[in-house]
């Protein structure tokens, strides 16, 4: 309840925190961790964390017998509670395969029928909603207008230093790197986007940053990436997919294989015309969710590609599923005329609460001034692009001119990729 709370007043906390001395920010965040604490480390976690550990010591027919299980409980459960699924006819689930009796659900649909999509059960108070468009990850833990570190802050019950993402530049390595530098051998995570830039900062100076591990997630890891992230910390970079909507994850082993987590969903990987691929062959990835009671997805197809690898043994040891994601989310990063290096993730922030747009991409037309293009959904589509831009002034500045306009679709790119970012060569600064 705590937590719905926050959330919904999320922008004017924002503000509120933006105001505080640094040493209040710092209370405030670890402020903040000590409520995820509680839940993240309640009595019941320990217990989860053992049957986790017992599950990937699972036969493929201990897995195959769970996950039919679980989609007969969801799809059941699902008719029963939720708006949208009163109309899915009862399946004896035999097979996985009786899955496709369901039609499968594009993020439009999704987006279009979200309140028809919430499980009867739960209280309107206990709703979280969150988006996808949405540590180094994406909170906003300095001022954006701050021009000096610390660019950081402590969530010292988590015993967690959160660094900013929003302001990397030329100007600013030195000081991340310093920071780095102080806090060597710890665990590193965030967005492939946003350590990449940093460890270009580090490579640049001819040394590196020896970290005990580093996690990713929220983007792809290239391969160009990983090199980069590896060699600048000295680190393996262990790579996490999943999603906002709690509808499907892969694991990166310690043998480098990305999984999919058997006990978490069921996935299959489809065609254009919604038939399996076969291995090898590149598809959308497909998601039935087992652990989302509060809005449960069935058949889900988020807009990420894939596929599987051939059946064989990881040397892991683990009989899940092995796949290798090929496109999620593409972009460029924003370059400033004064430097400033955004990823993807540093702007996908100021899409949070846009509900009315289908699509929506920033293009870097020329150095300095940033077009939003929005693709609508909903009648009120421009009260959104309004909004998003001047959420995207501020978290740029002065020096950047932000304008927006609806058009009918988005800018694809080869492979299907509708990138966030888009910068031509001849702006890059």
């Known amino acids: 309840m705590i937590e719905a709370q926050l959330r919904a007043k999320g922008p004017a906390l924002q503000r509120a925190y933006d105001r505080m001395p640094y040493s209040v920010q710092n209370f405030l965040t670890s402020a903040r961790g000590w409520f995820l604490t509680r839940n993240r480390y309640a009595p019941g976690m320990y217990s989860y964390l053992r049957e986790l550990r017992r599950h990937e010591k699972w036969s493929t027919e201990e897995i195959a017998r769970f996950q039919l299980n679980s989609i007969q409980r969801i799809a059941d459960y699902a008719r029963q509670t939720v708006p949208f699924y009163s109309n899915y006819a009862r399946v004896a689930f035999k097979s996985p395969d009786d899955l496709r009796k369901y039609p499968v659900l594009t993020r439009e649909v999704v987006s279009q029928n979200s309140d028809r999509l919430i499980s009867s059960t739960l209280p309107a108070h206990e709703c979280i ?50 920071f780095l530098r102080r806090n060597k051998g710890k665990v590193l995570e965030g967005f492939p986007s946003v350590l990449g830039i940093l460890a270009d ?21 290239y391969p160009f990436l990983r090199e980069n992230i590896e060699k600048a910390f000295g680190a393996t970079a262990f790579d996490l997919y999943g999603n906002t909507e709690y509808a499907g994850l892969l694991t990166q082993c ?29 598809g959308y990835l497909v998601w039935t969710g087992f652990i989302n009671d509060a809005m449960p997805l069935i058949r889900y197809r988020i807009g990420d590609r894939g596929c599987w690898q051939p059946k064989q043994s990881c040397s892991c040891g683990r009989p899940f599923p092995v796949v290798r994601p090929t496109i999620t989310r593409d972009s460029d990063t924003l370059r400033c005329p004064d430097g400033r290096l955004f990823s ?18 920033l293009v870097h037309e020329r150095p300095g001034h940033l077009l939003i293009r929005g693709v609508a959904s909903q009648p009120s589509a421009y009260d959104d692009l309004m909004g998003i831009q001047k959420n995207l002034q501020k978290i740029l500045g002065p020096s950047f001119t932000v304008t927006s306009t609806l058009v009918d ?7 299907g990729k509708i990138p966030l970012i888009i910068q031509p060569a001849a702006t890059a600064v």
Not at 254 to 282: C, F, R, S, T, W
Request: charged letters at 20%; a negative charge.
């Open 129 to 178: 909603r969150v988006g996808t468009r949405v540590t180094l990850f994406g909170s906003r833990v300095v001022p954006p207008e701050r021009e000096q570190p610390p660019f950081w802050t402590n969530n010292y019950l988590e015993r967690q230093m959160l660094m900013s993402i929003f302001h990397l530049s030329e100007t600013n390595a030195p000081h991340y790197i310093a």
């Open 201 to 221: 900062f580090v490579l640049r100076t001819g040394t590196t940053i020896p970290m005990q591990a580093v996690f990713t997630d929220g983007e792809p890891l």
């Open 254 to 282: 310690e043998k480098g294989q990305m999984h999919a987590v058997p006990d978490y969903a069921y996935l299959e990987i489809l065609n254009e015309n919604d038939q399996p691929v076969q291995h090898d062959e590149e």
């Open 344 to 361: 993807p993730r540093a702007l996908n922030q100021s899409l949070k609460g846009a509900t009315a747009l289908r699509f929506c991409q």
């Open 409 to 415: 679709a988005p800018i694809v790119r080869a492979g």
